[in-house]
């Protein structure tokens, strides 16, 4: 590993944690941790987790019969996370629509992104996600969060997903986004899918799934309810674009009578782990409802540990407003929140 290439700790650690040898060192690197950068430092890692660093020479002493990986003065540092990905969306670079370019949000969605989801066949879904996830290899991200959708091939999607996964070590947590813009069959689908993927992996440190759903203004009352209550029996979380054009913030007011953050909030969605992409179109009211939902959810989570941290995630483009909302969330990226009994 020479100068100027990088390598994290999530890959290397996943690569080596089934070893003979448990305990592994990264010696001559300069890493590049949250608080500190370290020249000419180690890297310990037993089994699965990173336990320790701090300079080679020390840990080389402490830890004399670790297997030993040389970085060759190469930057160590942790793996980056995609806390919104789309793997699908490989297929539309460089793509040409033809005819006059989209003008907003919804002719984007319509001429673009739902054309594309709907021709999606398994092999198709499988491929789009080798390309992407070879290019997290390769620049360092070892987690991604996806958002997916193939309408005309909805169960076993995310399997199909996960078999890619299984040839390149990277983190990730899959959901099917759930949506009622191709008929209540589908949208059906939608929430089976979810379902078996969240009850076949619980309990994997590598893949997990969590709850997906489109966005609010192609989401039915009937659908989101059902949706909820698949959200609470399982105890997971939903993954959702929220406000990302103003059509969807208009939608939700014209026909609810609120914003697209209070119409999470009255079907119980909001809380630890809820990814909320985008929130463009987001008034103040509905940042301070970001702001104290993993609180006031984590509240009535029994398996919520002491001091746990609750995250509600907020990603993509980002806010319309960021300095509005840094003061009113406190961090645009992430709310925590510190759980004290």
């Not at 789309?86 to 539309?92: E, G, V």
């Amino acid at each position: 590993m020479g100068q100027g290439k990088t390598f994290s700790f999530t890959f290397l650690r996943d690569q080596f944690s089934t070893a003979t040898s448990c305990m592994l060192l990264i010696t001559n690197a300069n890493i590049l941790a949250p608080d500190q950068i370290i020249k000419n430092g180690a890297v310990c890692i037993d089994g699965n987790i990173i336990s320790e660093i701090g300079s080679s020479t020390a840990l080389e002493k402490k830890y004399p019969k670790a297997r030993r990986l040389d970085a060759q003065g190469g930057l160590c540092m942790p793996g980056l996370a995609n806390c919104h990905m789309h793997f699908y969306s490989t297929f539309a670079r460089g793509m040409n629509l033809g005819g006059v370019p989209p003008k907003n949000f919804k002719e984007i969605l319509k001429r673009l992104w739902w054309r594309l989801d709907k021709a999606l066949t398994k092999e198709d879904v499988y491929y789009s996600a080798m390309v992407p996830l070879i290019e997290c290899v390769r620049s360092g991200t070892t987690c991604v969060i996806d958002h997916h959708a193939s309408p005309l091939c909805v169960l076993g999607s995310l399997n199909t997903i996960k078999g890619a996964l299984s040839k390149i070590p990277v983190r990730a947590s899959l959901c099917y986004e759930v949506s009622d813009r191709d008929g209540a069959e589908i949208a059906r689908q939608g929430i089976e899918e979810n379902a078996q993927f969240i009850k076949g992996h619980g309990g994997s440190h590598m893949l997990q799934g969590l709850f997906g759903l489109h966005a609010s203004f192609t989401l039915s009352d009937r659908t989101l309810k059902r949706c909820a209550a698949v959200v609470h029996d399982f105890k997971t979380s939903i993954h959702v674009h929220t406000a990302e054009g103003v059509a969807d913030a208009d939608h939700c007011r014209q026909n609810h009578s609120c914003g697209v953050v209070e119409r999470w909030r009255q079907f119980n969605l909001l809380g630890p782990r809820a990814i909320l992409a985008h929130c463009i179109h987001i008034d103040h009211k509905e940042m301070q409802i970001i702001k104290y939902a993993g609180l006031k959810k984590a509240q009535r989570l029994h398996k919520i540990k002491k001091d746990e941290t609750v995250v509600v995630l907020i990603t993509g483009t980002g806010l319309k407003d960021i300095p509005t909302a840094m003061k009113a969330i406190t961090i645009p990226a992430a709310v925590e929140v510190k759980i004290k009994r």
